[in-house]
Structures are given as structure tokens and as C-alpha cells.
């Protein structure tokens, strides 16, 4: 007599079960996690005018590195730190007088719109541009947008790194 192999359906299933498991498994392992005593260092150990003793577990030990790691580098840009929202671009080039140009460009903009921050930038390979204002919503952007488009055909609203909005409005 011949033996048959048949596949068994449920077999096969909680073989690939177990082996997607194993492979989550492994990279969950692998996330970094920074000591918390390494983060709250301090030098002045000869200074002791008190004693604090802080007992956290494992688990708050390992939420706070989390989030301090993630927020880490959060939105710093050249050393500067903001957050998400838009700007108006309103000029973008890398031809050899890009630079004169956008130096003109705001220039420009800051006389027809004195009271609207500009800020030049410089990217690779070569590009100068000039944005303006700091907007948490398209919305906002948009208003300004419309004021903006009349002078400045080649505007257009992108994505940035704002400034921190002033807080003391009075």
C-alpha cells in the first residue's frame, strides 16, 4: 500500500501563526529604551542640603525614556525648536542669481507687508527661498494667501516648522 500525505489545513495555519508571532516578538524586543537614571543625572553630589529617593517601577522607568526618546529631536530644525503648521513660500530658485533674487523678493515683501515675519532659507543643492508667516492652520494660511497672490504670482501655501505662537496677547 501507498501511504498518502494529506496537508492538514489547521496545521499549517498554527505554524504561520507562531512564526508571525516569533517575528513581532522580535522586533518589540529590539525597540531602544534609554535608563531613566542616565537621563536625570546630576554632578552636584557634594551639595547635599536633602535627600530625595524616587522608587519607580520597571514600567514607568520604561514609559518615561519612551518619551523623552521620542520626543528628543520632535520638531528642532537647525537647532530651533517649533511646531508643525504652514507657510507661504514665495520664492523658490537655484539659477546662479537665486540668491540676489530672493534677497529682492524679500525685500519686497517687507515693504508691502511690514508687519509679516519672512524668513530666507537655504536648501540642498542649491535652492534659495523665501517664506513667510506662521500659521497653525491652512485655514489661517489661506487668508493671507489671498492678500499674498496679488503681488506674488508664484505663491503658494507648504508645510514647515513654526515659530512657537506668542502667548502674551494682551
Do not use: W
Request: charged share 25%; with cysteine.
Amino acid at each position: 500500500m501507498s501511504a498518502k500525505y494529506y496537508f492538514c489545513p489547521m496545521k499549517g495555519k498554527y505554524s504561520l501563526t507562531c512564526f508571525f508571532l516569533c517575528i513581532t516578538a522580535g522586533f518589540l524586543s529590539a525597540q531602544p529604551v534609554a535608563r531613566t537614571s542616565d537621563l536625570f543625572n546630576r554632578d552636584d553630589h557634594n551639595n547635599r542640603m536633602g535627600e530625595l529617593v524616587i522608587n519607580q517601577g520597571l514600567p514607568l522607568d520604561t514609559i518615561i525614556s519612551r518619551h523623552i526618546l521620542a520626543n528628543k529631536n520632535l520638531f528642532r530644525v537647525n537647532n530651533h525648536y517649533g511646531m508643525e503648521g504652514f507657510r507661504i513660500q514665495i520664492y523658490a530658485s537655484n539659477n546662479r542669481n537665486a540668491r540676489e533674487e530672493s534677497n529682492k523678493t524679500r525685500a519686497e515683501f517687507m515693504s508691502k507687508f511690514p508687519d509679516i515675519v519672512s524668513y530666507p532659507l537655504y536648501a540642498e543643492p542649491g535652492y534659495f527661498k523665501v517664506r513667510v508667516g506662521d500659521f497653525r492652520t491652512r485655514t489661517e494660511a489661506m487668508k493671507l494667501f489671498q492678500l499674498i497672490s496679488k503681488d506674488f504670482k508664484d505663491a503658494y501655501i507648504v508645510p514647515d516648522i513654526i515659530n512657537f505662537p506668542d502667548l502674551n496677547i494682551k
